[in-house]
């Protein structure tokens, strides 16, 4: 089993910055591959980036590629989101997750059905 518990949501204007962490725990030595995803109200969940534990490769979607950037403290079992020129339509419940057996050696996957823990999300809201 593995636990993921969000943490750093909170409300910024437009332009601001906002840092998130994903705390992991139990058998953490089973994850290959930690990720975020938002859903804001009425859409569907929505990947934002991901990493690979084991060689630091990462992932992230267009819309938030040159503002945002995910990294991992793997001592430390923790997933990060540093969240940069935040816009309104950033505003959502970010998730937390984490794929606990082999996907490719070549591609991170980035459907929410490829991965097998979630956090219970925290809130991000950006005003303009």
């Known amino acids: 089993q593995v636990q993921l518990v969000e943490s750093g949501g909170g409300l910024v204007q437009a332009g601001g910055s906002l840092s998130l962490s994903c705390a992991a725990s139990?058998?953490?030595?089973?994850?290959?591959?930690m990720a975020w995803f938002r859903q804001a109200p009425g859409k569907e969940r929505e990947f934002v980036a991901a990493?690979?534990?084991?060689?630091?490769?990462?992932s992230a979607a267009d819309s938030v590629k040159g503002r945002f950037t995910i990294s991992s403290d793997n001592a430390k079992n923790t997933l990060y989101l540093q969240m940069n020129s935040l816009k309104p339509e950033d505003t959502a419940v970010y998730y937390c997750?984490?794929?606990?057996?082999?996907?490719?050696?070549?591609?991170?996957?980035?459907?929410?059905?490829?991965?097998?823990?979630w956090g219970q999300g925290t809130q991000v809201t950006v005003s303009s």
């Open positions: 139990g058998r953490t030595f089973r994850i290959y591959t």
């Open positions: 990493v690979k534990w084991n060689g630091g490769d990462t």
């Open positions: 997750a984490a794929r606990t057996s082999f996907y490719s050696a070549y591609t991170i996957p980035i459907r929410p059905p490829n991965y097998d823990y």
